[in-house]
């Protein structure tokens, strides 16, 4: 088995598990080391996560499976709102933080990005602009909330579609 079949089984398997024992309700993931263990390196990560969400998605398309594939990016919380601070893809990848990149499923319509809340703002970002390459059919939002103490912003980045 080649490097690209093990990764889309362990893929394949994590999607089935949260379908079949409601995984999807508890927001369960999958990060992108657990697939592959050279993902542990932080300059992976970009391209990592981009080789799972295309798998995903691809096994999500083939088993015509009725959910949003979603890429998550946690990034550096801040003392206040920032916004779409970067500008291309290097940029980016120096807001990522200590976790690596992760997959979900969502529901349609359940998408963190169309959850709407006071607290919670979501901004949209260029595809190409994050990640330096286009992807079709996808959707990207950065999201900045209130840490449940309130004392700090927490970031994120979705991928979604």
Do not use: K
């Not at 015509?64 to 291309?88: E, I, K, Q």
């Not at 940029?91 to 529901?107: I, K, Q, T, V």
């Amino acid at each position: 088995m080649n490097e690209r079949d093990r990764h889309e089984e362990a893929v394949a398997g994590w999607m089935q598990g949260i379908i079949e024992d409601g995984g999807i309700d508890r927001h369960d993931d999958l990060h992108v080391d657990t697939i592959d263990a050279q993902w542990r390196d932080r300059t992976t990560w970009l391209d990592a996560g981009l080789e799972a969400y295309m798998l995903a998605r691809g096994i999500r398309d083939r088993q015509s499976l009725p959910y949003v594939v979603s890429l998550a990016f946690s990034l550096g919380t801040s003392a206040t709102r920032l916004g779409v601070n970067f500008s291309d893809s290097a940029g980016f990848a120096n807001e990522l933080d200590w976790s690596p990149p992760s997959l979900y499923l969502f529901r349609p319509s359940e998408e963190p990005w169309r959850v709407f809340s006071a607290d919670v703002v979501i901004a949209p970002v260029d595809v190409e602009r994050a990640f330096g390459r286009s992807i079709s059919a996808a959707a990207c939002y950065l999201l900045e909330f209130p840490s449940s103490g309130g004392e700090e912003i927490i970031r994120s980045l979705f991928l979604g579609g």
